[in-house]
């Protein structure tokens, strides 16, 4: 384990980092909604108020979306301080930085207006924010699984990892098959995400306390 100066300061942020992330996102999306009139979110993706022509698009994807991810990032590379020094620990962050870079990126190529799947008659930017969002959650994923898999074997996140990440591959899967509620299984599928992220960032904050 490496060593981490500041162990008062490293032990909270590890916490509030996580939560201040999944607010910002929260907080801001629901601001942003209430303002934007028949905009539904059981129906409608987060995306739809960052897409193109919607009235505050470019709040939306730079002072909501692209600001989440950046608190992630601060999180990932504060938690990398205080995990074992492995292959498999090393794999776990890159596919989890990955997942933010791609939200990112979803965030700076705003789909057509509607969000709506499929190919026909939309943009290239559009197609790319599309293929972007539906690479990162995976990712995501498959990373907290890993990630979860370092933990000591008496963690109780590595005893529920596999049906964790069968869990959120079941609400990837409804916002394909259930698109007039894609919206709220985008949603839950953010929170059981950040569920995790905020999990992991407890259990490496306690490993600070002196025992």
């Keep these: 384990m490496r060593s981490l100066p500041l162990r008062g300061t490293a032990f909270w942020a590890l916490i ?35 897409a193109a022509g919607s009235p505050f698009a470019a709040w939306t994807n730079y002072a909501v979306f692209i600001p989440t991810e950046l608190w992630f990032l601060a999180f990932l590379a504060l938690l990398n301080t205080r995990l074992p020094d492995r292959r498999l620990t090393r794999v776990s962050l890159i596919l989890l930085a990955a997942y933010a870079g791609l939200l990112m990126l979803a965030a700076g190529l705003p789909c057509d207006a509607g969000c709506d799947g499929g190919d026909a008659g939309h943009s290239a930017i559009h197609i790319a924010h599309m293929l972007a969002a539906a690479t990162a959650y995976p990712l995501a994923l498959i990373g907290l699984f890993l990630l979860v898999l370092t933990l000591p074997r008496p963690s109780l996140l590595r005893r529920l990892a596999l049906p964790s990440m069968a869990v959120g591959f079941g609400l990837f899967g409804a916002i394909i098959a259930v698109p007039e509620a894609q919206g709220l299984f985008q949603r839950l599928l953010e929170a059981w995400i950040y569920a995790h992220f905020i999990a992991l960032g407890v259990h490496a904050a306690l490993s600070l306390r002196p025992q």
């Design 16 to 50: 509030a980092l996580p939560v201040i992330s999944g607010l910002w996102l929260a907080i801001g999306v629901g601001i942003l909604a209430a303002l934007s009139p028949g905009y539904s979110h059981v129906s409608h993706f987060m995306s739809v108020l960052g």
